[in-house]
C-alpha cells in the first residue's frame, strides 16, 4: 500500500522561505518520490524530481531557488523553497508512479503574498 502524506505549507511573504515535507510509506523506493504543484486554473505541473545517481530535475520557474532532497532512513522527501514568489501559490503534491499507476498526497497549501 502506498500513502504520501505531505505538510509545511501555509502562508509566506514574498522572498521568504518554506520547507514541505512528504512522508512516503509503502514497498517503493522514495527516489521515485517526486514533487508538483497546481495552481488556481492551472494544470498540475512538475517541480522536482530526482534522476539517475544523485542527479535532480527542477522546472525552469524554480531552478535556483527550490531544493528536493531525501531522507532514505525516515522515508521522507522534502522541498526547500526560497525567495519565494507570489506565482508560487499553488497546492503542492507529493507523487509517486509505482507500477505504473499514479499515486498523489492530499497536497499542502503554499500561499504566497507580495
Known amino acids: 500500500q502506498v500513502q504520501l502524506v505531505e505538510s509545511g505549507g501555509g502562508l509566506v511573504q514574498a522572498g521568504g522561505s518554506r520547507r514541505l515535507s512528504c512522508a512516503a510509506s509503502g514497498r517503493f523506493s522514495i527516489n521515485a518520490v517526486d514533487w508538483y504543484r497546481q495552481a488556481p486554473g492551472k494544470q498540475r505541473e512538475s517541480v522536482a524530481s530526482?534522476?539517475?545517481?544523485?542527479?535532480?530535475y527542477y522546472a525552469d520557474s524554480v531552478k535556483g531557488r527550490f531544493t528536493i532532497s531525501r531522507d532514505n532512513v525516515k522515508n521522507m522527501v522534502y522541498l526547500q523553497m526560497n525567495t519565494l514568489k507570489p506565482e508560487d501559490t499553488a497546492v503542492y503534491y507529493c507523487h509517486l508512479k509505482f507500477w505504473g499507476r499514479d499515486y498523489w498526497g492530499q497536497g499542502t497549501q503554499v500561499t504566497v503574498s507580495s
Open positions: 530526482f534522476t539517475r545517481g544523485d542527479s535532480t
